[in-house]
């Protein structure tokens, strides 16, 4: 199993900028992606930022330009750098990554989240 934990959320000004950060345990010889994924009060889970095993990133058309998603490899800790942020970035911020145990089985996993709240 792959335990995630999420921080860096806040409240923060229109115009401001958060660093979330989340770290991996447990399996993780197993791990493949990593990204971050949010939700909103009455809306659906939405993709922000992913990073492959190999480093290739994919945004969010939302968030392209003002979000960077970023990962320390040796220290298995994904990172989201939040800049401009807007009050249509309030929500919960949940971790999520990939994990491959063996050749026919992919595992996902989630971190409790992280809220940030964006004041205008």
């Known amino acids: 199993q792959v335990q995630l934990m999420e921080s860096g959320g806040g409240l923060v000004q229109v115009g401001g900028s958060l660093k979330l950060s989340c770290i991996a345990s447990g399996n993780i010889s197993s791990l493949n992606a990593m990204g971050w994924y949010r939700q909103a009060a009455g809306k659906q889970r939405e993709l922000v930022a992913h990073?492959?095993?190999?480093?290739?990133?994919t945004y969010g058309d939302s968030v392209k330009g003002r979000f960077t998603i970023s990962r320390d490899y040796a220290q298995n800790t994904v990172y989201l750098q939040m800049n401009s942020l807007q009050p249509e970035d309030t929500a919960v911020y949940y971790c999520?990554?990939?994990?491959?145990?063996?050749?026919?089985?992919?595992?996902?996993?989630w971190g409790e989240g992280t809220v940030v709240t964006v004041s205008s």
């Open positions: 990073i492959s095993d190999g480093g290739k990133t």
């Open positions: 999520n990554a990939l994990s491959r145990p063996s050749d026919t089985v992919l595992e996902v996993h």
